[in-house]
Nanobody
Framework: DVQLVESGGGSAQAGGSLTLSCEYS????????MAWYRQPPGKEREFISR???????SYSDTVKGRFTMSRVNAANTAYLRMANLQPEDTATYFC????????????????WGQGTQDTVS
């Protein structure tokens, strides 16, 4: 199993910034695809961003241009830099890995972190 632990959540004022980290217990020699989701209070969990094994990123329209996802393979850590935060960004943020590439082969295996709460006022 892959363990994922999010950190960096907290409070921010509108227009401010926060950076989330997701440290995962990766497999030696493997590169993990990673993603961030969030669940606003009383709403469904929604996709925010992903970074593929080759480093390409994609974002939902609601955060495009404000959020930036990155990954440091050697540190088994993914990041989500959130800028120009708005009250509607208030949510619990979850880190996910949908799979990993090892020795050129991709294996799908989805794991989730426990989530970290962010509040924007």
């Amino acid at each position: 199993d892959v363990q994922l632990v999010e950190s960096g959540g907290g409070s921010a004022q509108a227009g401010g910034s926060l950076t989330l980290s997701c440290e995962y217990s990766g497999y030696p020699g493997c590169i993990h695809a990673m993603a961030w989701y969030r669940q606003p209070p009383g709403k469904e969990r929604e996709f925010i961003s992903r970074i593929l094994v080759d480093g390409r990123t994609s974002y939902s329209d609601t955060v495009k241009g404000r959020f930036t996802m990155s990954r440091v393979n050697a540190a088994n850590t993914a990041y989500l830099r959130m800028a120009n935060l708005q009250p509607e960004d208030t949510a619990t943020y979850f880190c996910q890995t949908p799979g990993r590439q090892c020795d050129g082969r991709y294996r799908s295996a989805t794991y989730w972190g426990q989530g970290t709460q962010d509040t924007v006022s």
